[in-house]
């Protein structure tokens, strides 16, 4: 079993659609989590850090963690074109090593 | 956020050759790290180079397929030994700024593709 499953897509949706990026993993002692988002020939970039549970908005992303499910989610509000990339799960117990989802494409239509 | 220059972006390599990965950071960083992205398949973490020691390698992965130098705090190379098309492959060279004690910084990857 992978430590972090993660849907690959691909996930097509309107501009302007309420988008929902989930990744579920098996390790209970995952306390840090993060989402990166990478456009294509590019390297990813660090999107939301969230630490133990709960939510954390930033602009119109919001990340949550359910640490009893064992299942964080990244929602994107009013989607744009230019929010078309691979959105990829990371997270870690000790913040020595991440393990990362497989990455989900998104693309998000004009 | 610091930023790093990963060269080259991309090389086409025959097979039984190596070769070699540079990672240049803007800033003075202590821990860089080497990750293998291929197709459909999630970041994996090739090995750990710190400044002044021996770089630790994850399972699966040896020094003497991917030799790693860290000469310095802003400087790194993987260099990939006798490659296959097995090794085709995205690289990325990552850092955790010191500033920012959670997540990674990345760069913009090598896509190297053996033939």
């Known amino acids: 079993q992978k430590e972090v499953e993660q849907d690959p897509g691909p996930l097509s949706v309107p501009e302007g659609a309420i988008v929902s990026l989930n990744c579920t993993y098996s390790?209970?002692?995952?306390?840090?989590f993060m989402w990166y988002r990478q456009y294509s020939r590019k390297g990813p970039e660090l999107l939301m850090y969230?630490?133990?549970?709960g939510n954390k908005e930033d602009g119109r992303f919001t990340a949550q963690v359910d640490k009893s499910s064992k299942y964080i989610s990244l929602f994107i509000r009013d989607s744009q074109p230019s929010d078309s990339a691979t959105y990829l799960c990371a997270m870690s117990a000790n913040f020595n090593k991440f393990y990362f989802g497989s990455g989900t494409k998104l693309n998000v239509k004009p | 956020s610091a930023v790093i220059s990963q060269k080259p972006s991309r090389d086409i390599c025959q097979r039984g050759t190596s070769l070699t990965i540079q990672c240049q950071v803007d800033?003075?960083?202590?821990?860089m790290f080497w990750y293998r992205q291929q197709p459909g398949q999630s970041l994996t973490l090739i090995a750990t180079a710190n400044q002044g020691s021996e770089a630790t390698y994850e399972s699966g992965f040896v020094i003497d397929k991917f030799p790693i130098s860290r000469p310095n705090l802003t400087f790194s190379t993987l260099t990939v030994s006798n490659m296959s098309p097995e090794d085709s492959s995205i690289y990325l060279c990552?850092?955790?700024?010191?500033?920012?004690?959670?997540?990674?910084?990345f760069g913009s990857g090598t896509r190297l593709t053996v033939v």
């Open positions: 800033s003075q960083v202590t821990m």
């Open positions: 990552s850092v955790t700024p010191n500033d920012r004690v959670y997540g990674y910084t």
């Open positions: 390790n209970s002692a995952f306390q840090y």
């Open positions: 969230t630490y133990s549970s």
